[in-house]
């Protein structure tokens, strides 16, 4: 059975760090792109970032470009967030998500989330 597993999520203090893991099953993950999405309470879906299936290239949204990190071990079947200097802002809950044709809002497999929160 085809499914993502999205972890990691906790509180965190204002600057502080955390690492989200994306772990597939029941798929060829290195023919995947991977992505990450939040939601904010209140607020809609927006892309985080996103990693091709070789894991040459990336791209982030410009509110944690310098801050969050995305990368991949194919052999784990498994992504990785790095998300540093963390802002209460970026609390939300996390989604990974994985498609064949690269990252867009309506790709075909989705982890459950994952909650953020940020907060003295």
């Known amino acids: 059975q085809l499914r993502l597993v999205d972890s990691g999520g906790g509180l965190v203090q204002p600057g502080g760090s955390l690492r989200l893991s994306c772990a597939a099953n029941?798929?060829?993950?290195?023919?995947?792109?991977i992505g990450w999405f939040r939601q904010a309470p209140g607020k809609e879906r927006e892309g985080v970032s996103c990693?091709?299936?070789?894991?040459?290239?990336?791209n982030y949204a410009d509110s944690v470009k310098g801050r969050f990190t995305l990368s991949r071990d194919n052999a784990k079947k498994t992504a990785y967030l790095q998300m540093n200097s963390l802002k209460p802002e970026d609390t939300a809950v996390y989604y990974c998500?994985?498609?064949?044709?690269?990252?867009?809002?309506?790709?075909?497999?989705w982890g459950k989330g994952t909650l953020v929160t940020v907060s003295s």
């Open positions: 029941g798929f060829t993950f290195n023919y995947y792109a």
């Open positions: 998500a994985a498609d064949t044709s690269g990252c867009h809002s309506g790709m075909s497999y």
């Open positions: 990693i091709s299936d070789s894991g040459l290239s990336t």
